[in-house]
């Protein structure tokens, strides 16, 4: 059997080993109900931003300190540090077998919120959010097939989840659907440096958070 680790699958590789099919979304609205943000809210934003362009203009800003200095301020403000939702870092996946190329897929996933109200022995912790962060040199898309492998096998437990890629300045939703196929839709990408998408940014944060 082939060992493979989920950080080296390319997006043709994912399509094929788990059949996903692509589509585009470009409405937030469609999935999620957006509300206004307070000035709180605004000015923390604000601060987040400034905070990670002091970094970035110095040079490339690793995955740790794009984590520290963006995403767990924003899912901070957003509102996934409160009960009954959990953040987990470096979670290992199960291994996914594809039993017809005889493979087995590893990794790590960087950040998993999951839902820990109502969990039953056949009902497990519902997953809400997971991030893949990249450094700032990295396109976001480099991303995506570790998130869609790492979303795969969780589909089989609850019919969709909400992903995130990011290099802290440029932010990727990804909907992943349960199906046969099963399918992901790419959002509108985000952007932390500019008013109105980060505006948004945060207010789809929120809105997942309280799904």
């Known amino acids: 059997m082939t060992i493979l680790q989920a950080k080296n699958l390319s997006l043709g590789d994912v399509h094929r080993l788990f059949g996903f099919q692509r589509q585009y979304n470009s409405s937030f609205t469609n999935l999620l109900s957006l ?13 987040i931003g400034n905070d990670f362009d ?9 995955e740790v300190l794009i984590n520290f200095l963006t995403i767990f301020p924003l899912m901070r403000l957003a509102g996934f540090y409160r009960f009954p939702i959990k953040i987990s870092l470096e979670e290992n996946i199960a291994d996914i077998l594809v039993e017809d190329e005889d493979k087995r897929i590893t990794g790590r996933m960087d950040i998993l919120a999951i ?34 492998t790492y979303a795969y096998e969780n589909l089989k437990s609850q019919k969709s989840v909400w992903g995130l890629v990011t290099n802290g300045r440029s932010y990727q939703f990804v909907y992943i659907l349960q199906g046969n196929p099963p399918t992901y839709q790419l959002m509108p990408e985000l952007n932390l440096m500019e ?17």
């Open 195 to 211: 008013t109105q998408r980060a505006v948004q940014l945060l207010q789809v944060l929120k809105a997942i958070c309280q799904m």
């Open 115 to 148: 839902n820990k109200s109502n969990r039953t022995p056949d009902y497990p912790y519902f997953w809400v959010l997971v991030i893949e962060s990249k450094n700032s040199s990295i396109d976001i898309s480099e991303g995506l097939p570790q998130l869609l």
């Open 54 to 62: 002091n970094y970035l203009i110095e040079g490339k800003v690793s």
């Open 35 to 47: 509300e206004p943000l307070t000035e709180f809210e605004k000015q923390e934003l604000v601060q």
